[in-house]
C-alpha cells in the first residue's frame, strides 16, 4: 500500500529549499588572497593559512632554494616532536617529505601536496639569500583538532600586527593551560617559550604544543559560516548565515569588514567584481528588520564569553549580471576580534541569469529563469461595494483582510499556469549498466523531486513502492486542471487568468446538491454561471517594503486583483497583495 505523507505549505517551502541549497553549495569554487612567508637560510617554521592553488609541491617551489619540506603526519605512534630538525631523515616516523627533483633523496619524496590549515617545516638552504614566498590561495577555516596526550604541531589565525597572549589564548582550556609551546628558534633548533603571558604566537608561524588532556580551542573566537569554503551566494542562495561564537573567558569586540580578492589563478573563474553583500539591520524592540550594502565595518561591542553572534547576510542577485562569462563577484570577508584573532571567509555569488534570458539547468537543458514551482499567498485588504451610490466598482479598504494560498508554475518557455493542487514526491535515481564494467550499474538520472498534479500519475512516474511526498492545495479555487496565465512575461508585467464555474459545478454557490430544482430547468430555481476573472501585477520592489535581498530573484509579488461576475447583477472587485517564493526549480510538471 502506497502512503502520501501530507505536511504544511510552510514545511514544504523551508524543506526544499534548504535541500536545493545545500545541493548548490557543494559546487562551490572561492576567493582569493596571498599570504607571503620570509624564509631565511635554515629551517623554517610556517602555518599555511590558505588551500593554496596549485596544490602540487612541484609547482609552489619551483625556482626557490628549497632543500626540502617536512609535514608531520600525526600518529598514536608519534607523539614526540624532534628537537634538532637537521636530524631527520626521510622516512622518519611521522613525517611526509618533499625533495626538489635534483635532490639526491628526491625518489624517497612522500610528500607531494600541501593543504590548508597545517603547519610545514621548510629548510632552505644554507648558503641562499632570505627568501620571499608567495602562495595565492583559497582562505582556510580549518580549525585545530588537538591530539591530547603528546605535542602538537600547530599554527594560529591571528592577525599580522596583533595576537593574544599563549596564555590569553589558553585560558580556561584545561588541556592546555601552563602547557609548554616551542618555537624554533635561530639556531634552527626548537626551544621553549619562557614567559606564555607576555609570548604572542605570529600570523604564518607554526608552533608545538604540548597538549595534556581534551581540548577544542583554535582561537579567542571562532567562526561557522555552514561550509567550510566559506559563504556561497550560489543560483537560488541569496542568504546565509555567519555565527561568531566567543571562546575566550572574558567579554570580546568583534568587528566584520568585507575585503577585496587576490586576483584568481589562471584556470579558475574570473574576478567580475566586489561581491555586493548586504546585512540584515535588525531593531527587536522597535520589531523593524532592514538590509544595508556591508560597506562599513560592523562591530559587536561586548560579546560575552560563551556567547554567539549571529548575522545574516545576503546578495541582491536580480539584475546582478558579469560582463565576463563565466566570471564571478568574488570578496574576503574579515572576522577579528579586540585580542588579534582574525579569519578571513571566502565570499563568492554567482551571477543570476538575465530575467530575458535562459539559464542552464544541472541536467544541459536550458530553462526561462523563473522556471520551477511557486507557492505564496494572496491577501485581499479591498473590496468593491456593488450598492455605493458613488463608484459600485472602486475596491476600498475592508474592515479585515482575507488570505489564501497560490501555487503557479511556470515552465521551460515561461508560460505559467495557475495551479488548485501539486503533490511533491521523491523520485528515486535510476540505473543503467556501467559501459566499463557490465557487471555493475552506474546512476543515469539522479534522485530528484517531482511536480505533479494528477495523483493517479504518482506511480507511473516513481514506481512502485512507497510514496514520499507532500501536498500541497488551495481551498480559494475549484478547479482541477492547470489554468494558463496570460500576458506579460512572468515576474514582471501582468498575468491575467479565468476560471469558471458553470451552473452544474459542485462548488457552484448557487448549487445545492439536495435540490432537485437547481438544474436551470426552471428559471425560479436559475444557478448562475460564476467566473472570475484575476490578475497579477508584479511590482520591481516589495509592496509591503520589507525588499529581501530575494526579491526579482527566487521571491516575486505585487497586487493581486480579481472580477467576480455571477454573483451579483453588478461585478465585484477585490484587490490586494501578493507574494510567491520558488521551492522547486522544475521545469516540468508530471516528468
Not at 29 to 35: E, G, K, L, M, P
Not at 192 to 198: E, G, K, Q
Not at 524 to 551: Q, Y
Amino acid at each position: 500500500m502506497k502512503i502520501l505523507r501530507i505536511c504544511t505549505l510552510h514545511s514544504v517551502i523551508h524543506t526544499l529549499l534548504a535541500a536545493f541549497l545545500c545541493a548548490l553549495a557543494s559546487e562551490a569554487h572561492a576567493q582569493w588572497v596571498q599570504q607571503q612567508f620570509v624564509l631565511k637560510p635554515g629551517w623554517n617554521a610556517v602555518f599555511l593559512e590558505v588551500d593554496p592553488t596549485p596544490q602540487e609541491c612541484d609547482a609552489l617551489f619551483a625556482g626557490l632554494p628549497i632543500e626540502s619540506v617536512w609535514d608531520w603526519n600525526r600518529s598514536a605512534d608519534s607523539p614526540q616532536f624532534v628537537q634538532d630538525p637537521s636530524t631527520l631523515i626521510p622516512g622518519a616516523p611521522g613525517w611526509l617529505t618533499w625533495f626538489p627533483s635534483t635532490h639526491p633523496f628526491a625518489n624517497q619524496a612522500s610528500l607531494f601536496t600541501l593543504r590548508d590549515g597545517r603547519p610545514y617545516l621548510i629548510k632552505l638552504a644554507d648558503n641562499a639569500a632570505a627568501t620571499t614566498w608567495t602562495v595565492t590561495g583559497k582562505p582556510s577555516l580549518r580549525g585545530i583538532n588537538w591530539q591530547a596526550g603528546g605535542v602538537n604541531f600547530v599554527g594560529f589565525h591571528v592577525a599580522t600586527n596583533a595576537a593574544p597572549t599563549f596564555a590569553t589564548l589558553f585560558a580556561g582550556e584545561a588541556g592546555l593551560v601552563g602547557q609548554p609551546v616551542y618555537r624554533l628558534g635561530t639556531t634552527g633548533a626548537w626551544e621553549p617559550i619562557p614567559n606564555l603571558a607576555s609570548t604572542r604566537p605570529k600570523s604564518g608561524e607554526a608552533y608545538w604544543v604540548r597538549c595534556k588532556g581534551p581540548a577544542t580551542r583554535s582561537a579567542t573566537i571562532e567562526i561557522e559560516s555552514g561550509s567550510q569554503r566559506g559563504l556561497i551566494f550560489a543560483r537560488n542562495a541569496s542568504e546565509q548565515s555567519l555565527r561568531i561564537r566567543n571562546t575566550s573567558v572574558g567579554a570580546r569586540t568583534v568587528s566584520v569588514r568585507l575585503l577585496s580578492s587576490a586576483t584568481p589563478p589562471t584556470g579558475e573563474p574570473p574576478l567580475a567584481g566586489a561581491a555586493p553583500v548586504e546585512y540584515r539591520d535588525a531593531n527587536f524592540a522597535q520589531a523593524e528588520f532592514n538590509w544595508k550594502p556591508l560597506t562599513n565595518s560592523l562591530s559587536f561591542a561586548a560579546l560575552s564569553a560563551g556567547a554567539e553572534w549571529n548575522i545574516r547576510l545576503a546578495v541582491r542577485q536580480a539584475g546582478l549580471t558579469a560582463a565576463i562569462a563565466g566570471s564571478e563577484f568574488q570578496s574576503v570577508l574579515e572576522v577579528a576580534d579586540d585580542l588579534g584573532t582574525r579569519w578571513i571567509v571566502p565570499v563568492r555569488v554567482e551571477p543570476a541569469p538575465s530575467p530575458a534570458g535562459p539559464m542552464q539547468l544541472s541536467s544541459g537543458g536550458s530553462s526561462n529563469v523563473f522556471a520551477g514551482l511557486w507557492m505564496g499567498e494572496a491577501v485581499i485588504n479591498a473590496v468593491s461595494q456593488p450598492a455605493h451610490p458613488g463608484d459600485p466598482i472602486l475596491t476600498r479598504p475592508a474592515g479585515g483582510q482575507f488570505q489564501f494560498r497560490l501555487i503557479v508554475h511556470v515552465d521551460a518557455t515561461g508560460t505559467a499556469r495557475l495551479l488548485q493542487h501539486v503533490f511533491l514526491v521523491r523520485k528515486p535515481p535510476t540505473f543503467i549498466p556501467d559501459p566499463e564494467n557490465p557487471g555493475f550499474e552506474i546512476v543515469d538520472q539522479p534522485a530528484r523531486t517531482a511536480a505533479v498534479t494528477d495523483e493517479a500519475l504518482i506511480p507511473q512516474i516513481i514506481g512502485t513502492g512507497e510514496v514520499i511526498g507532500r501536498r500541497a492545495s488551495s481551498a480559494a479555487f475549484g478547479f482541477k486542471q492547470p489554468v494558463a496565465l496570460v500576458g506579460s512575461a512572468f515576474g514582471a508585467g501582468t498575468l491575467n487568468g479565468t476560471l469558471s464555474l458553470d451552473y452544474d459545478h459542485p462548488l457552484n454557490p448557487f448549487k445545492h446538491l439536495y435540490h432537485p430544482d437547481h438544474n436551470n430547468l426552471d428559471e425560479r430555481f436559475e444557478a448562475f454561471t460564476v467566473t472570475r476573472s484575476l490578475s497579477l501585477e508584479f511590482t520591481a520592489t516589495d509592496p509591503l517594503g520589507l525588499n529581501p535581498p530575494s526579491w526579482g530573484d527566487t521571491e516575486v509579488g505585487g497586487t493581486y486583483r480579481e472580477t467576480i461576475t455571477g454573483l451579483h447583477r453588478i461585478a465585484i472587485r477585490v484587490s490586494g497583495n501578493f507574494r510567491l517564493v520558488r521551492v522547486l526549480p522544475a521545469a516540468a510538471l508530471n516528468e
